[in-house]
């Protein structure tokens, strides 16, 4: 699954890979397809990856029983009140968003309304003053707009003003007209270059309000004045400028960015100044103006708010009602005490899990002394309820380990000294095999258990002669170990003595009786050992042997086999027994094969024996074979014959190859 998994994982990314390239640069190919392979790739593998992650971090925090329970109360008490706070913390903050746009509409609205006073009173003043017809009707009807234009400008910043007298558009008069009508009077003085728009059909009746006129915001209020048969429109004009939104600010504390269209695809500027501190709501306010063309609603334009929360609150709570002043410190207070309680609760709730989950630590500690070694670690038991119940079987438990761990050192002792005795037994093999004259020499021991009581050696005789031993102990074990130990130093021994000594030549057959009455002597009467021993002469390619109990070893010349039986019986149960030995020619390439009764007794999982015409047959076949090849063969034979059960006992095989 693992494996499956990654490769899915690794083809998706080679896709959206290669997808994503060739969408850059040939979006119209259809290979681009990879991409949505590759996604969909991932989108399949993602559940996988999640859910591995999750494993991941469940195994390695919540592997502590009180982390769970702290977790289970979590689930069971925090998460759904997060949940409840978030919702409220949302709806809060939605509503006095809300509120908060509403605050910039009013004071939007407040714009509107000074203009439309400033022009009323420019209308009222004028007909006080002046009348309709009055000669002086035009000075005085410029010294209300001068007034009322240096109150605004204190208040709103620069306000323009301007008398407009519609009139058809092919009249042609002594005044400037342009589109239907002309400028009488304006403050500040507009230039004679500057077009005149007319007033629109729907703002005739008279307009004050935000509206959007080439591709700009203004404040516009339209107040009309009558003098006798003739109607003037008084206009006053604010842009909405960066001038007006930092007077709104220093008024109110609402900040807000410079309106931009809707849908014009421009950011927002949010880079508002540090002069507003304290608890502030940001939010999203929509402004529509009025098309001064149609006179309809459209062109809407956002801008971002940041309107102090105490500001908010003042303007709708504390303006309307008596209570609202102290609504705010109530919620305030409440807030608190919920935030303390639900705190109180949580370490309430970890100090019960803590008192559950004590004992259970101190087992963990416990386990963890057991582990290092200190079996003498005991838990303390402070209550009687189940978790204590356990802790005392531990204690119970951890005495009899200490039992069973007397016996594990007393078994490692043993072991001990078996595997000295294995690594001493290992030192009696030859550590390397010596070279006659061409001679391929091959050896191998695999014993069934630790130490084996099976035998081989060789021993040098000079330039032109050698020894070869094989022998096999009755038993198995350190007892067989060590008269393997015994009769490897006895015929060293006896072989040196005789080839050395005085006695340097006898016979084969001498050799293995003096061996034999050694044994005897030295052993007990139900222990004994079968061997051959075998002395090759280079020069005339002979060898002459002598089998006491042995399998006969197997000689392989031109595809046919000789046993070599010659002999005695086994060495060791009786004291002057008598043996025989026998001399082979030998010819180049034939091959003498020398093994012990764990290779021919070899079972398979149905109890059959390899046997001896099994082994015969191999040698047979792969006579070819080099001594090391075919050594390697045997046991590989064995090894498949044998399909993985026990070796039930020792195995050795010794070969010695004719030059060829």
Request: one cysteine or more; proline letters at 4%.
């Amino acid at each position: 699954m693992k494996t499956r998994m990654a490769k899915l994982t690794a083809t998706a990314v080679v896709l959206y890979v290669l997808g994503t390239a060739i969408s850059y640069f040939s979006p119209n190919s259809i290979f681009t397809i990879l991409e949505g392979l590759g996604t969909l790739g991932l989108i399949i593998t993602l559940p996988y990856y999640l859910v591995k992650l999750v494993r991941s971090v469940k195994n390695r925090w919540l592997w502590k029983v009180r982390n769970k329970i702290i977790v289970s109360y979590a689930f069971v008490g925090i998460i759904p009140m997060v949940i409840l706070v978030l919702l409220l913390w949302l709806t809060m903050r939605l509503v006095v968003g809300q509120l908060a746009a509403l605050y910039l509409d009013s004071e939007l609205q407040n714009v509107s309304a000074r203009l439309r006073e400033a022009n009323q009173g420019i209308a009222l003043g004028y007909y006080q003053k002046a009348g309709p017809g009055t000669a002086e009707a035009g000075r005085i009807l410029e010294d209300q707009a001068r007034s009322a234009l240096g109150q605004l400008a204190g208040q709103l910043g620069t306000v323009s003003w301007k008398v407009l007298q519609p009139v058809p558009a092919q009249t042609s008069t002594g005044d400037r007209t342009q589109g239907g009508g002309r400028i009488l009077t304006a403050i500040p003085e507009v230039p004679a270059s500057e077009p005149v728009k007319p007033i629109p059909d729907w703002a005739l009746k008279g307009f004050s309000g935000l509206v959007y006129d080439d591709g700009k915001l203004y404040f516009r209020s339209i107040g009309p004045l009558r003098s006798r048969d003739t109607v003037y429109f008084s206009c006053l004009q604010l842009p909405f400028s960066q001038d007006l939104i930092n007077r709104i600010r220093q008024d109110t504390a609402l900040e807000l960015s410079v309106p931009v269209p809707l849908h014009s695809g421009q950011d927002l500027d949010v880079s508002f100044s540090d002069f507003v501190t304290g608890g502030q709501i940001n939010y999203i306010g929509l402004i529509v103006p009025i098309n001064w063309t149609t006179g309809q609603v459209s062109n809407q334009h956002a801008t971002a708010l940041r309107v102090p929360l105490r500001t908010v609150y003042d303007h709708y709570f504390t303006e309307t009602q008596t209570l609202g002043a102290y609504l705010f410190p109530v919620f305030t207070f409440l807030g608190s005490l919920f935030v303390l309680v639900e705190l109180i609760s949580f370490l309430i709730a970890v100090a019960i899990a803590r008192s559950i989950t004590r004992t259970i630590h101190t087992m963990d500690e416990a386990t963890t002394a057991i582990q290092q070694g200190n079996f003498a670690y005991r838990i303390k038991t402070r209550s009687r309820d189940q978790l204590e119940a356990m802790a005392a079987s531990f204690n119970k438990m951890s005495e009899s380990i200490v039992g069973l761990m007397l016996q594990v050192s007393e078994k490692q002792r043993l072991d001990k000294e078996i595997e000295i005795a294995r690594e001493v037994q290992s030192k009696l093999f030859p550590q390397k095999l010596p070279s006659f004259k061409n001679f391929q020499l091959a050896a191998a021991c695999l014993p069934a258990r630790q130490v084996s009581g099976d035998y081989y050696d060789f021993i040098p005789l000079g330039a032109n002669a050698f020894d070869v031993v094989i022998g096999d102990i009755s038993g198995k074990g350190i007892s067989a170990a060590l008269l393997m130990a015994s009769l490897q130093s006895s015929i060293r021994t006896i072989i040196s003595y005789q080839t050395l000594g005085a006695n340097r030549d006898a016979s084969v057959a001498k050799s293995v009786s003096d061996v034999n009455r050694q044994l005897y002597h030295q052993t007990s009467p139900d222990k004994f050992a079968t061997l051959v021993l075998s002395r090759f002469d280079t020069e005339k390619l002979t060898v002459t042997y002598c089998n006491a109990g042995h399998n006969p070893p197997l000689v392989i010349s031109d595809h046919t086999i000789r046993h070599l039986s010659k002999g005695g019986m086994v060495a060791g149960l009786f004291e002057d027994p008598e043996y025989d030995e026998e001399t082979l020619q030998l010819e180049r390439d034939d091959m003498v094969v020398y093994y012990t009764d764990g290779i021919v007794e070899a079972e398979n999982p149905s109890g059959e024996q390899y046997g001896e015409d099994r082994l015969a047959e191999l040698l047979i076949a792969n006579a070819f074979l080099t001594a090391d090849d075919l050594q390697a063969l045997i046991l590989d034979q064995l090894s498949c014959w044998v399909a993985g059960g026990d070796q039930r006992d020792d195995m050795t095989v010794v070969i010695v190859k004719m030059p060829g």
